[in-house]
């Protein structure tokens, strides 16, 4: 997913950029108070170093959570460590009446800057373990439990778990769009080869097959190949993409099959979707385009064609029957013995993998059926 | 009667039944004008386009067999609105063609429902016998209002959904001519049947009796 990483990086150094902004902001409102308070401080000569490191460790986060590479476990507990010593300072540096009175830690508002930090880089989990980090430092620092306390440490949990939510689920849809462009630009790229193949290759291989068609013996037996090709070659390029979503995913079975339905080809199906993993499915629209293939290949043009599925709770079957001029049972029996009957071969080897049944019934005259069977319950 | 929105159509259509020798008593290209001059045209058969520019299929069904109980509707559409048909079916309508269909084939399933025999497709076959399935899957599926097939009504269903004639599948089944048919028409009455009480349920829930 090298692809991914880069998009999914600017999501991300938008959201450092935010926090380096908060960190700023929040610099400027503790300076203030500082600047306000300082006649109440129990040691106020010392809170000019502390405001410096903490002026410091802004300017230092600031550029060290913009690299990538830094933004690393040893950081994370730095940033942490370092706020919550100087929110520690404040009780002595403020002293234990001033915040008693209320009046603010020197580190208020920046604390929160590393639990979001941590929520960003790791989700829910890190920022309310952050969270309950700082919130018990504070509650310690202030050494008296009153509602505004409380309230401190329960908006910074909140406010942890909310960040962490909203970054799961803005990788998430960015991860979803990444793979969207990514379909799009293979469908396209699959559009552009259909066209090229279509102009090209497959109308000499169509040639070759009608031309050799009438020539019997081995130009005869090339031009079958030719055509076999064709139709292969055909069926890739011109492939819905529905395959190339995730395996697991399911989808309408009948989105891939429609499509097959035709002047000659008739398609019954129930009028809902008939979902199955996109992986058995499109085995089983391949399966059925092989069946439709040798249809087209092995009896006379117009020949009818039918294709029911069929969606029961156990259970999917797609039968494809044939009106035309069928297979004598030794013919079948003759061909499997000389390894041919690719058709039927590559049907069953298809269901087969998916753990379905198929069942092949012919007779000369009248027509051929073919009924594949997959199970809904995965093995 | 004649009901299709497209007058050429429209117009063929009817110049085809008449020659076959029918007395064509309207032709009407909106859903709501056929079902107010249906009581006084009294059309035995009512051949519909099931896309109208006014009120859906089902709606032309329904006023029509209000406002004539019995008489016969054959839907034709093109291809692809599978839920349609659907509904059509079980508001009432006995018969389906694609309008790709041949005129022979056309006369044929007029014929047939003229003489109240249901005009299944295949892909009608395969929807019904779709609903079917779907209804016996869902949660009040155990509720013994809802219809069933028997197996043989399956079996025929079936066969009809790949393709064969009702003579092939009496040939296949042992059965006559008549009993095949039968059985086609049992499946449709089962899903009318159900259509009705379960409109009339949601009237009753609805407090609109």
């Known amino acids: ?379 | 009667m004649v009901v299709d929105d497209h007058p050429m159509w429209r117009d063929g259509v009817a110049r085809d039944l008449a020659a076959a020798g029918y007395e064509v008593v309207a032709t009407v290209g909106e859903g709501q004008q056929a079902v107010r001059i249906a009581p006084a045209a009294r059309p035995q058969v009512v051949v519909l386009d099931l896309q109208l520019p006014d009120i859906s299929g089902v709606e032309v069904i329904s006023g029509l067999l209000a406002a004539l109980p019995g008489v016969r509707v054959l839907m034709l559409s093109a291809s692809g609105e599978q839920q349609d048909v659907l509904d059509a079916v079980k508001a009432g309508a006995t018969g389906y063609l694609l309008k790709s269909s041949g005129q022979a084939e056309f006369l044929d399933a007029v014929a047939r429902t003229a003489a109240g025999d249901p005009v299944f497709t295949p892909g009608l076959a395969g929807l019904v016998l779709g609903e079917f399935r779907r209804l016996a899957t869902e949660p009040a599926g155990e509720d013994p209002g809802t219809p069933k097939l028997t197996e043989r009504e399956t079996e025929v269903l079936r066969l009809v959904a790949k393709g064969l004639s009702y003579r092939q599948i009496a040939e296949r089944l042992v059965l006559s001519h008549r009993t095949v048919q039968n059985h086609v028409q049992n499946t449709l009455g089962k899903l009318q049947l159900h259509n009705r009480v379960e409109l009339t349920r949601y009237a009753i829930e609805q407090g609109l009796d």
């Not at chain 1, 540096?93 to 604390?111: D, M, N, Q």
């Not at chain 1, 085995?283 to 064609?305: F, Q, S």
């Open chain 1, 1 to 379: 997913m090298a692809e991914s990483a880069s998009t999914s990086q600017t999501l991300q150094t938008s959201l450092w950029r935010a926090i380096a902004v908060y960190r700023i902001a929040a610099l400027v409102y503790v300076t203030a108070l500082v600047v306000n308070n300082i006649g109440v401080y129990a040691h106020p000569a010392l809170a000019w170093p502390v405001l410096a490191l903490t002026a410091g460790w802004t300017v230092f986060t600031t550029y060290a959570y913009a690299d990538p590479a830094r933004r690393r476990p040893p950081l994370f507990l730095a940033d942490l460590l370092i706020t919550m010593g100087v929110m520690a300072s404040s009780g002595y540096i403020v002293g234990a009446e001033a915040l008693r009175a209320g009046k603010p830690t020197l580190a208020v508002a920046w604390h929160v800057a590393p639990v979001i930090a941590w929520a960003v880089a790791g989700g829910r989990r890190w920022g309310i373990t952050a969270a309950l980090a700082m919130g018990a430092t504070d509650l310690v620092v202030r050494n008296h439990w009153d509602q505004a306390a409380y309230t401190g440490t329960v908006l910074m949990l909140l406010a942890a778990l909310a960040v962490g939510y909203l970054v799961g689920v803005a990788q998430a849809s960015q991860q979803r769009l990444e793979r969207a462009i990514q379909l799009e630009a293979a469908t396209r790229e699959r559009e552009r080869l259909a066209r090229d193949i279509h102009d090209s290759v497959l109308q000499v291989l169509a040639l070759v097959k009608r031309r050799g068609a009438g020539l019997g013996g081995e130009a005869g037996e090339l031009a079958r190949l030719a055509g076999e090709q064709e139709a292969a070659l055909r069926t890739l390029v011109t492939g819905r993409s529905a395959e190339a979503v995730d395996e697991h995913a399911e989808v309408d079975l009948m989105t891939l099959l429609e499509p097959y339905a035709s002047a000659t080809v008739s398609v019954a199906a129930p009028a809902g979707a008939v979902r199955l993993p996109s992986a058995a499915a499109s085995e089983i629209a391949a399966a059925v385009a092989a069946a439709l293939d040798n249809v087209t290949r092995h009896c006379d043009p117009g020949t009818k064609v039918w294709v029911l599925v069929e969606d029961e709770p156990a259970a999917v079957t797609v039968s494809v029957r044939d009106d035309g001029c069928g297979i004598a049972p030794e013919r079948l029996a003759e061909a499997e013995s000389q390894g041919r009957l690719g058709v039927a071969q590559s049907i069953r080897g298809r269901i087969g993998d998916l753990g379905g049944t198929v069942t092949i019934t012919s007779a000369p005259g009248q027509g051929t059926e073919v009924e594949m069977t997959v199970s809904r319950v995965r093995a």
